[in-house]
C-alpha cells in the first residue's frame, strides 16, 4: 500500500463534502480522500468507509469496461495516526478540462432549476447543442446500471460530467469518477457481522439512487426490475455479459488494508444485485 504523507501538498481545488488533500505522487496529481469523520449522532463508527468505497466502487465500473479515473488505496499518516486514504488521479491537464453536467444544466433552461429530477435531466441531454445526444444517453444509463451494481447513492449533477478538449473543441463522455458513496460506507465492520441474510437481501434491494422520479427517489432494483425505461433495458442488455463477478469477487478479496467480514459483505451485496440483473437479461430475450 503506497504512503502519501510525504507527498508534495499543493492548494486543494476539488469541491465535494469529503475530506481531502491535492496531493503530487511520483509526478502526478491526485484527489486524495480521507476518511470522513461521522457526524451522525448515536453511530458507534468514528470515520466513514468511503475510502473503501470509492476503491472499489471506481473498479468494478474498470472491470466492466468504463473509461474510469485511476484510483490508488494508499495511507497517510496524520497526527500519529495512520489512516486509510483512496488517491484519485486527475484525468484532466491543461489541455483537457472537465465541464460536469451541473454546469452544463444551468446553460440550459433559464426558466427552471434543474436538481436530480430524471426528466429534467433527460431535458438538458435533448436541449443541449455542446454533447452528442444518444452518446451521452447510452452512457448515463450504462452508469445508472453499473451505480445500481454498487450501490451508489450519490450521483448527483456534480458527479458526472464530460471532457472538452480546448484545442479541438471535442466533447466526450468523462471517465467515471467520485464512487465514494457506494457500497454502505456508513456501515461499520461489526455491524456487517450481525446482518442476517433477510438484512442483507433488503439492504440490496432497498438501496434509492439520488436520481428522483415525480419527486421520489428511485430504487434501482424495482426501476430495472419493471423494465418500463426502454433506454435502461437497452443499457442491461449492453452491458451484462460484461460483469464479470467472479473477477469482481477476486478484486474484492485482494484489497489490503480491509477486513475479511467487510469483503464478504460486499461481495454478497453485489452478487444479490448482480442476481436481479441477469434475471431482467434472461426476461429481454
Known amino acids: 500500500m503506497i504512503d502519501f504523507t510525504n507527498a508534495i501538498e499543493e492548494f486543494n481545488n476539488y469541491k465535494g463534502s469529503e475530506k481531502k ?157 467520485d464512487c465514494g458513496s457506494a457500497l454502505n460506507p456508513m456501515l461499520e465492520d461489526e455491524e456487517i457481522k450481525k446482518i442476517n441474510e433477510t438484512e442483507l437481501k433488503n439492504l440490496a434491494i432497498n438501496c434509492y439512487s439520488c436520481l428522483k422520479e415525480n419527486g421520489k427517489k428511485i430504487n434501482y432494483i424495482t426501476y430495472i426490475k419493471q423494465m418500463n425505461n426502454e433506454e435502461c433495458n437497452k443499457a442491461i442488455k449492453r452491458l451484462f455479459l460484461n460483469i464479470n463477478i467472479d473477477e469482481i469477487n477476486n478484486f474484492i478479496d485482494n484489497v489490503e488494508g480491509m477486513s475479511t467480514a467487510r469483503k464478504d459483505f460486499y461481495k454478497k451485496m453485489i452478487e444479490k444485485r448482480y442476481e436481479i440483473l441477469k434475471e431482467v437479461h434472461e426476461n429481454m430475450k
Open 21 to 177: 488533500k491535492t496531493l503530487i505522487y511520483n509526478n502526478k496529481k491526485y484527489l486524495v480522500k480521507f476518511p470522513d469523520p461521522v457526524r451522525e449522532k448515536n453511530k458507534n463508527i468514528s470515520y466513514i468507509n468511503n475510502a473503501f468505497s470509492e476503491y472499489i466502487g471506481s473498479n468494478v465500473f474498470k472491470i466492466v469496461g468504463f473509461k474510469t479515473q485511476n484510483t490508488v488505496l494508499g495511507k497517510y499518516n496524520y497526527n500519529g495516526k495512520e489512516k486509510i486514504v483512496c488517491a484519485c488521479e486527475d484525468f484532466t491537464d491543461n489541455d483537457n478540462i472537465l465541464y460536469e453536467f451541473e454546469n452544463l444544466a444551468l446553460s440550459t433552461n433559464p426558466d427552471k432549476k434543474i436538481e436530480t429530477e430524471l426528466n429534467d435531466i433527460m431535458e438538458v441531454i435533448e436541449e443541449s447543442k455542446m454533447i452528442h445526444t444518444e452518446e451521452t444517453k447510452q452512457k448515463f444509463w450504462d452508469m445508472f446500471v453499473i451505480d445500481s451494481l454498487i450501490g451508489n447513492t450519490d450521483r448527483h449533477n456534480g458527479n458526472w460530467g464530460f471532457l472538452l478538449n480546448k484545442n479541438t473543441g471535442k466533447v466526450e463522455f468523462s471517465p467515471i469518477y
